[in-house]
């Protein structure tokens, strides 16, 4: 198992550039999520998933569009970069709530916006 | 809506000490609890989790968590820190929408 995988590791885009970060897993989770994590502020949810062809909002959607076509794959696409944008970025995995639970985090992508 | 508090940005531990890093959370209905470490440049990492049963909750390198339930508390423990356990350590609760709500991290060094 590869587990979850995240592509690419760094990115380095210009104001008002889009671009999609690439997540993968292959434990046949249904639950995929995409976080930000920036100093001081932990996690922030930024949009998830419970199955294919299902996304909703988290805490900070504005500026990301997801999709979900497949159970392995949730893609994040940033529209139109800002340098707020700046960040790390994850995505994560799990079984539904009450089969396993525990989330699987990707290596993460270093995301600057300048 | 649901919420996980550390009290302390940064746990500073001489090795082979115990140490202890804090966690206190805000949910409806009975909470599904977890702790990560995240090692610098690297996703976060699952140590332990709470679900139900027993109280005392046995993890990955030696670590333990209790949750105590009157208090809203899940404390991460370990008898004897070591170097290498220096870290950032997230507590987490899930909620029943199937989302995990994150704490702002405790920074955890541990001191030779």
């Known amino acids: 198992n590869a587990g979850v995988t995240q592509t690419p590791k760094f990115q380095v885009l210009k104001t008002g550039q889009s671009m999609t970060l690439q997540c993968a897993q292959d434990?046949?989770?249904?639950?995929m999520s995409w976080y930000r994590q920036d100093p001081g502020m932990g996690l922030r949810l930024i949009h998830y998933s419970v199955g294919a062809g299902i996304t909703d909002q988290g805490e900070v959607p504005n500026g990301y569009n997801v999709s979900r076509s497949t159970t392995e794959d949730f893609p994040l696409r940033l529209l139109s970069a800002a340098p707020s944008q700046t960040s790390v970025y994850f995505c994560?995995?799990?079984?539904?709530?009450?089969?396993?639970?525990?989330?699987?985090f990707g290596p993460g992508t270093r995301l600057t916006v300048l | 809506a649901q919420s996980v508090a550390q009290p302390e940005d940064q746990v500073n531990v001489a090795e082979g000490n115990p140490l202890t890093v804090k966690c206190t959370y805000s949910?409806?209905?009975?909470?599904?609890l977890f702790w990560y470490v995240q090692y610098p440049n690297r996703g976060l990492q699952f140590l332990l989790k709470y679900i139900t049963g027993d109280n005392l909750v046995k993890g990955s390198y030696g670590f333990e968590a209790e949750f105590n339930k009157s208090q809203t508390s899940f404390h991460l423990k370990k008898p004897s820190a070591l170097v290498s356990d220096s870290a950032l350590y997230f507590c987490?609760?899930?909620?029943?929408?199937?989302?995990?709500?994150f704490g702002p991290g405790t920074r955890l060094s541990v001191l030779p």
């Open positions: 994560a995995s799990s079984p539904p709530r009450g089969k396993g639970d525990e989330q699987f």
């Open positions: 987490a609760v899930r909620d029943h929408g199937q989302n995990f709500v």
């Open positions: 949910v409806s209905g009975n909470p599904y």
């Open positions: 434990m046949n989770h249904e639950y």
